[in-house]
């Protein structure tokens, strides 16, 4: 792999989460995006049009094109399979987690308590997304978590906003963090997720 999970987080303060549905969009969100500065890109595996928009999103130059939502060793074969350059997953299972560290590909699993990132680390992790951010106990619970675990860095993800994003990323411990508002719902709107984008690559880290 070309590029370390760790230097994927670095790229960016933001990573947009996309959830899409169309595969037409795909590549013009994707040219908005690196066009405001946000070269990572999570596609979640959430709906039928993912795979085909990570191929279809990786012929865009300067993009870093990833799978979200990756649940299992057979849809982590998929997006391999679908040229992901990066994989995250909502949360960490012994299987899921061997099956992608013996991929090799770059790899951001899901973790919400001391128990996962031991998991994770048990497994020579040290790169995680903390998720559900928000309802997870937010900024204190991070706070509280990284302390036992001095190597570990975070993306959080789930439920922040523009608004909070400079609040996470003050956090030593947080590299980037992950959203899905830089990418609005609805019909596409390239020249506004080209603005979002610009906003939240400006956005300072820690």
Do not use: Y
Not at 33 to 55: K, N, S
């Amino acid at each position: 792999m070309s590029q370390s999970i760790d230097q994927i987080m670095r790229l960016a303060p933001v990573i947009p989460v996309i959830v899409i549905d169309r595969v037409e969009d795909a590549v013009p969100m994707a040219d908005a995006l690196v066009a405001g500065g946000l070269r990572v890109l999570e596609v979640t595996m959430r709906t039928p049009a993912a795979l085909d928009a990570i191929r279809a999103m990786k012929a865009v130059p300067g993009a870093v094109v990833g799978a979200g939502t990756v649940l299992n060793p057979a849809m982590l074969k998929d997006a391999i399979d679908a040229g992901s350059e990066f994989i995250v997953s909502p949360g960490l299972t012994d299987k899921l987690g061997e099956a992608a560290v013996a991929s090799g590909i770059p790899f951001l699993p899901g973790t919400a308590n001391a128990g996962d990132i031991m998991r994770g680390m048990d497994l020579g992790l040290e790169r995680f997304k903390f998720f559900p951010a928000a309802t997870s106990g937010g900024i204190p619970a991070l706070k509280a978590l990284a302390g036992p675990f001095g190597n570990a860095r975070f993306c959080p993800t789930g439920g922040i906003s523009a608004a909070t994003a400079p609040e996470w990323l003050a956090l030593e411990a947080v590299l980037c963090v992950g959203g899905s508002w830089v990418v609005p719902s609805g019909p596409l709107d390239p020249v506004r997720i080209e603005a979002l984008a610009r906003e939240a690559s400006a956005l300072s880290r820690h």
